[in-house]
């Protein structure tokens, strides 16, 4: 038997949402164009944890050795309870990937990087920006060429709207299934900018779905909020984890704003077919956030003329054009209930740790009482609208 149907047999169809591919030193510089070899970001520092001699371990390998694939194996349907990061079956192969779907019991994947994203997004020159993006998207295509049910994800920075569009045509080209966006003001605008209203229509009409993710912005709180006069207390940020306790109660500010912002400049109206997805940043504020934006639309529709043309609540076009993955620790059934049973979906973060041995499990007892519709919108349907139906990139 397969984790998905040990672990919920009364889930027919279980569809992935969030999953990562563990990048190696290499991941980048095999893709890149030989000119910007030596300019590009490089992987070798990485040092979270173990996780640092994980992927320096395997710096020579493409795949496990057959031994230790026999062994992660039988695991059957206790993968999620076996080694995590480069040691996971299907962490750094595509090939192997689908071996750890077939035991997963998943019938679609999303897989995103690891460590490219912020290196990406945050370098300050454009060219290198570019180039390490391409460079990337073309090392996705390569890990989930392994298996049909593996949709990948791009990266494309948009703070050049030209390049972002010649970084999504090459996307749609390699059969990448949606784009990861920084969830910062890019180039210095807001988002609504008519400078990126190419980037929406072209991403509406190819049916491609934006993602912010972690690290589509800062993970962490500034270094002076650290600052608590105990030197000697330790956080787990750069150490066991990515981020400490303090920089959990922030991670989804930007992607608060970033939404927010979409709404209140009309980018979801405009282009009412545009679907986004909201990936491993909770879902707990969600609630919050949709009655906030009825408020304000209600509230400023006169003073700001422009919202008082709107044909749709933001309530609306949350339901009808994103999706938020909440964790598992997170109550996603009362989420329902205080919202719309339609805005979430399902997730494991495989083969990070984040995502813990039985999310499965977590989030089915959390939706006890909720309806059957509405706990397979969460395990398949919500995916589906986001995803659609089949592999790769709408043309």
């Known amino acids: 038997m397969s984790y998905a149907s040990t672990a919920a047999p009364s889930v027919p169809t279980i569809l992935d949402a969030d999953s990562h591919l563990m990048e ?20 070798n520092e990485i040092r979270l944890a173990d996780v640092g001699e994980q ?49 997963l019991g998943f019938e679609r994947q999303v897989v995103f990087s690891s460590f490219c994203a912020t290196k990406i997004f945050t370098h300050p020159d454009p060219a290198v920006r570019r180039a390490t993006a391409a460079a990337h998207n073309r090392a996705m295509a390569e890990f989930c060429d392994g298996d049909s049910r593996l949709i990948g994800i791009a990266i494309v920075p948009l703070d050049e709207p030209h390049s972002a569009i010649a970084l999504i045509d090459e996307a749609l080209g390699l059969k990448l299934g949606a784009v990861w966006i920084p969830s910062r003001a890019p180039g210095g605008r807001s988002p609504g900018h008519p400078l990126h209203d190419p980037i929406w229509r072209r991403l509406e009409e190819t049916g491609t779905p934006f993602i912010l993710h972690v690290g589509s912005s800062s993970l962490s709180v500034p270094d002076e909020w650290m600052n608590d006069g105990h030197p000697d207390r330790r956080s787990a940020r750069g150490g066991v984890e990515v981020i400490g306790s303090k920089d959990l ?23 009412p077919k545009l679907t986004g997805g909201v990936i491993e940043l909770g879902a707990g504020w969600v609630p919050d956030t949709v009655r906030r934006l009825d408020h304000a639309v209600d509230i400023w529709a006169r003073s700001e003329p422009h ?32 919202s719309m049973p339609e805005l979430y979906l399902f997730s494991s973060d495989y083969p990070h740790a ?42």
Do not use: C
């Open 55 to 103: 992927m320096r371990s395997y710096r020579n390998a493409r795949e496990h050795a057959p031994d230790t694939v026999a062994e992660l194996v039988a695991l059957g349907d206790r993968i999620t309870r076996g080694p995590k990061w480069h040691d996971a079956l299907g962490a750094f192969n595509g090939r192997e990937r689908g071996l750890a779907l077939d035991l």
């Open 354 to 395: 984040e995502g813990g041995r039985d999310p499965i499990g977590r989030f089915n007892r959390a939706l006890t009482g909720i309806d059957e519709a509405d706990q397979a919108r969460f395990f398949a349907g919500n995916f589906r609208d986001l995803f659609g139906s089949g592999n790769g990139v709408a043309a």
């Open 249 to 271: 109660t922030v991670i989804f500010h930007s992607a608060q704003r970033f939404t927010s912002v979409l709404v209140l400049d009309g980018v979801l109206e405009r282009f």
């Open 24 to 43: 190696l030193p290499d991941f980048l510089s095999r893709h890149v164009e030989r000119s910007m070899r030596d300019r590009i970001p490089t992987l």
């Open 307 to 338: 919202l008082g043309e709107f044909r749709r609540k933001p309530s609306e076009q949350f339901r009808e054009q994103l999706r938020f993955t909440p964790y598992p620790f997170e109550d996603v059934g009362a989420l329902i209930r205080e």
